[in-house]
Structures are given as C-alpha cells and as structure tokens.
C-alpha cells in the first residue's frame, strides 16, 4: 500500500526556517519524482515544488524560488522541503504527492505550517 | 503562467443529480487535465488524469472530457460521499496551476 507521512509543520516567526519531510513507503520511491502542494487555510490548491527521480531537474514556483529548497533521500525513502525566510502569507497545510508521469496519484495526509509572531 | 477557471464555484445538487463542472484553460494546454477531489480536513484525491483517464480504483460515475482549453468532469449520479470540492489542474507547463475549485454540496 503506497503511504505519504509528512512531517515537521509547526508555528515559525516570520523570517524563521522550517523543513518538512515526507517518509515514502510501499512504493519504488527512487523511480517517481515527488512534489509539494500547499494549502492556505480556507484557499486553494498551490503547487511549490517538484523533483526528479534522481533530482536531475527541480521546478518551484517564483512566489518560493530562492526561499525553499525540495530535496530527496532515495536510500531513506524520504522528500524534504527546506522552508527559509518564511512569511505570514507561507501559512499552510504542505502536502506531498507521488507523481505518475506528470500526474500526482497519491497524497499525503499534509502537515500544518504556521508562520506568525 | 498558465490560469485555469473552474464553474461554477458552487453546486447545489441532491443524491442522485448528474452534475457537470467546468475548467478553462488561459490557453491551449491539449489533454494536460487533472481533477481532484478533496473534502474537509482532509488531502486531496486523484480522480482523473490526462483529462478522461480515470485514476485506479475511483469510482465509473466520475468521468472526465475536453482538450485545448475546455474540459469537465460529470459525475453521473451523486453519491453522498460525493459533496465534496472538486478541482482542476493543468499539467501543460510549469508552473504547475489549479483551478479555484468547485464545491458541492447540499
């Protein structure tokens, strides 16, 4: 059975760091590229960050480009988001999602990031 | 970037209605479509990729067309567990973008 656990959400100062995980299991994780969506509470779906099987190619979205970082761990099974110099406006359910093709079929249960004073 | 329009952004239907949801594409994205499930506190659920192909184990009355810049999902006969809101995503080109969603309900 394919699972996405997220982790590591949690309330940050603005201007603070934060890195989520998401542990993979039930699948050949070093074979799919992974992505990050976030949700704004009460907002939309807003894609944040894909990455590659071997993280040869990574794609971000301009509002996060230069402030966070997706990375991968093919030997642990894991994906990471490495949030920096967050903003009140970065509040959001962060979900991971396996990607078929170009398509994510699976979700994870997202973890909650709070960034206020 | 590529901006996707879902109608509308709110249905009211009943158990059984077939209810059709629209998405527009700022410009031609061919059969680059996903659609997505999600309800109340919980993760969105893949239910159609390239636009009428149906993600595995999701149910026949969900069903999915278009191609270009205009697609919809039909649900044939609404299911209780189907209130729920629903959105689209276009796959053409990065950056990744949704529609705004639309939400059924009672």
């Known amino acids: 059975e394919v699972q996405l656990v997220e982790s590591g959400g949690g309330l940050v100062k603005p201007g603070g760091s934060l890195r989520l995980s998401c542990a993979a299991s039930?699948?050949?994780?070093?074979?799919?590229?992974m992505l990050w969506v976030r949700q704004a509470p009460g907002k939309g779906l807003e894609w944040v960050s894909s990455?590659?099987?071997?993280?040869?190619?990574?794609h971000q979205p301009d509002s996060v480009k230069g402030r966070f970082s997706i990375s991968r761990d093919n030997a642990d099974n894991s994906l990471y988001l490495q949030m920096n110099t967050l903003r009140a406006d970065d509040t959001a359910v962060y979900y991971c999602a396996r990607l078929r093709g170009s398509y994510p079929d699976f979700w994870g249960q997202g973890t909650q990031v709070i960034v206020s004073s | 970037d590529i901006q996707m329009t879902q109608s509308p952004s709110s249905v009211s239907a009943s158990v059984g209605d077939r209810v059709t949801i629209t998405c527009r594409a700022s410009q031609d994205i061919s059969g680059w479509l996903a659609w997505y499930q999600q309800k109340p506190g919980k993760a969105p659920k893949s239910l159609i990729y390239?636009?009428?192909s149906l993600q595995s184990g999701v149910p026949s009355r969900f069903s999915g067309s278009g191609s270009g810049t205009d697609f919809s999902l039909t649900i044939s006969s609404l299911q209780p567990e189907d209130f729920a809101t629903y959105y689209c995503?276009?796959?053409?080109?990065?950056?990744?973008?949704f529609g705004g969603g639309t939400k059924v309900e009672i």
């Open positions: 995503q276009q796959a053409y080109s990065f950056p990744l973008t």
């Open positions: 390239a636009a009428s």
């Open positions: 990455i590659s099987p071997t993280s040869d190619y990574i």
């Open positions: 039930g699948f050949n994780f070093k074979t799919y590229s």
